[in-house]
């Protein structure tokens, strides 16, 4: 069964400390993005990788950090330079093709600072 | 700037009758779009994508719009049903080759009544 995976689904975090979400697609994809949600608000784009070994901040890259070193993994490693890290975080992939583009979202991880 | 908005953070239809999202782009260069349907705690979920060399797409019960002239994106819902409750995002992809800049409006939450 294709499909991206996020974990863990809700993670809490002391402030000091950095913590890393996962995101593992299987479906080939080349392009993988994160973004953070806020509580009745838009998506707002952190990092995005279009190809293994290279990615591109977004809108909010600050105290955020990323690695691509496998097509399939794209993780996010939220830093204690992250002011107001709490937050819903969405990873997705897309695969644009004709006539049909992929583009699938995971499940969120919902991270809370105690 | 960069940025993709809806014109109502709210609409309310009733069981059955048609629904029509709307959302307006500012990147002219984009050439890619796609709404998605996001549901309270959970990742967005795709529902149709349109190419910029195209006016109208269909798919099961939605059809989207996209009027480049004025930077214009719809989505219709046909006999909307109570599931069809949640939040929908559009969002606009620019940038080179296959994949690019995913970036996502504030989304408008779609309410079904009974």
């Known amino acids: 069964d294709g499909g991206i995976t996020q974990s863990p689904k809700y993670l809490f975090r002391k402030e000091g400390q950095n913590v890393t979400l996962s995101c593992e697609q299987n479906l080939n994809h080349d392009a993988m993005y994160w973004y953070r949600q806020d509580p009745g608000q838009g998506l707002r784009l952190i990092y995005y990788s279009q190809i293994v070994n290279d990615f591109q901040k977004g809108d909010i890259a600050e105290g955020y950090s990323v690695s691509r070193e496998k097509k399939e993994s794209f993780p996010l490693t939220v830093t204690s330079a992250q002011k107001n890290p709490t937050a819903f975080y969405l990873c997705a992939s897309i695969k644009r093709s004709t006539p049909n583009t992929e583009a699938f979202f995971g499940q969120g991880t919902r991270l809370t600072v105690v | ?114």
Request: glycine share 10%; hydrophobic share 30%; net charge neutral.
């Open chain 2, 1 to 114: 700037g960069e940025s993709v908005g809806l014109h109502l953070p709210t609409l309310s239809v009733q069981e059955g009758d048609n629904s029509i999202i709307n959302c307006a782009y500012s990147n002219s260069a984009s050439d890619y779009f796609i709404w998605y349907k996001q549901e309270s705690g959970k990742g967005p979920q795709f529902i149709i994508d349109i190419r910029s060399n195209m006016d109208k797409r269909q798919g099961q019960r939605v059809t989207v719009l996209l009027n480049k002239t004025v930077k214009h994106l719809s989505l219709q819902i046909a006999a909307t049903q109570p599931g069809d409750s949640a939040v929908y995002f559009c969002a606009e992809n620019y940038g080179s080759g296959n994949t690019g800049k995913l970036i996502f409006g504030q989304g408008t939450t779609l309410q079904v009544k009974p």
